[in-house]
């Protein structure tokens, strides 16, 4: 089993920065890849960012490319999440996720991120 806890949502101006952190325990050598996906109000959950453990390689939803950063701390067991040039649309419940290869076996409680206009 993994077990995640996010931190750092808070509430922003458009424009502004907040950075999330994800932090894994239990089994995570197991693990293939971490990510953040989000869910707005009245929207399905979706995909944001991921990254894959021992590479590092990294994949973005078209709407964030350019404005989030995914980054790990390996010693820490912790994934990370720069948001710069945040948007009013931004605005959702940030989850990381973590699991093997193609799935997302474990998910964290969430962390409230606004961006005030």
């Known amino acids: 089993q993994v077990q995640l806890v996010e931190s750092g949502g808070g509430l922003v101006q458009a424009g502004g920065s907040l950075s999330l952190s994800c932090a894994a325990s239990?089994?995570?050598?197991?693990?293939?890849?971490m990510g953040w996906f989000r869910q707005a109000p009245g929207k399905e959950r979706e995909f944001v960012a991921v990254?894959?453990?021992?590479?590092?390689?990294?994949y973005y939803a078209d709407s964030v490319k350019g404005r989030f950063t995914i980054s790990t701390d390996k010693a820490k067991n912790t994934v990370y999440l720069q948001m710069n040039s945040l948007k009013p649309e931004d605005t959702a419940v940030y989850y990381c996720?973590?699991?093997?290869?193609?799935?997302?076996?474990?998910w964290g409680q969430g962390t409230q991120v606004t961006v005030s206009s």
């Open positions: 239990g089994r995570t050598l197991t693990l293939f890849h």
């Open positions: 990254i894959t453990w021992s590479v590092g390689s990294t």
């Open positions: 996720a973590a699991g093997h290869a193609g799935t997302y076996s474990y």
